[in-house]
């Protein structure tokens, strides 16, 4: 199974932040890759698909990038109902595996 | 609007067994291709299984191949998972997600994207004596 790495676990933030959140994958997945955002007690909400295609929906202060082993998640200016955890999905092959999730929390 | 909603959760010894229900409102289910992903308490979001839309294809992840088993009825608009010899890392809130097929452009051609664009509510299972 395809391994995905997410960095960092954790950070702190304050509010109009730029906010890098980093994924690898073991091994190439083209641009097959998701983010999704998970706030306490609620369901994922998908963000970005393709590795860089924005859902419909959500502000474009977040956006994606990458290919092949490495991603990243950009929230431009974080705001205060961006502090959640992030998780980075691949699509590549089965079984489909996530990253162990980065959370993002107030300075 | 689309809605999906889990039911069938509940406490349960190791060894046993439980069936989770989805039911699917707001769009055309039979289109669609679902699974179902859970999360351990505390823990991150783990996939555990796949079905097309006419349930001729079907996937697993290696932690509950055998296990269980997921299937569908496009006429009740309805997604299952049969969930045997449970054990106690079973524990989890078990999501039901649409899952989108699309396209993306890239270097000169299209290629196949996948992506989670509903999820249910989630409902807990808790496998403990």
């Known amino acids: 199974a395809i391994q995905m790495t997410q960095s960092p676990s954790s950070l702190s933030a304050s509010v109009g932040d730029r906010v890098t959140i980093t994924c690898r994958a073991s091994?190439?997945?083209?641009?097959?890759l998701g983010w999704y955002q998970q706030k306490p007690g609620k369901a994922p909400k998908l963000l970005i698909y393709a590795a860089s295609y924005l859902q419909s929906g959500v502000p474009s202060r977040f956006s994606g990038s990458g290919s092949g082993t490495d991603f990243t998640l950009t929230i431009s200016s974080l705001q205060p109902e961006d502090f959640a955890t992030y998780y980075c999905l691949q699509d590549y092959n089965y079984p489909w595996t996530f990253g162990q999730g980065t959370k993002v929390e107030i300075k | 609007e689309v809605q999906l909603v889990e039911s069938g959760g509940g406490l349960i010894q190791p060894g046993g067994s439980l069936r989770l229900s989805c039911a699917a409102s707001?769009?055309?289910?039979?289109?669609?291709?679902m699974n179902w992903v859970r999360q351990a308490p505390g823990k991150g979001l783990e996939w555990i299984s796949y079905i097309s839309s006419s349930s001729t294809t079907i996937y697993y992840a290696d932690s509950v191949e055998g296990r269980f088993t997921i299937s569908r009825d496009n006429a009740k608009n309805s997604l299952f998972l049969q969930m045997n010899s449970l054990r106690a890392e079973d524990t989890a809130v078990y999501y039901c997600t649409r899952d989108v097929h699309s396209n993306y452009y890239d270097s000169g051609r299209y290629y196949p994207a996948d992506y989670f664009d509903f999820w249910g509510q989630g409902t807990l299972v808790t496998v403990s004596s």
């Open positions: 091994q190439g997945i083209r641009n097959d």
């Open positions: 707001g769009f055309t289910f039979s289109d669609y291709s």
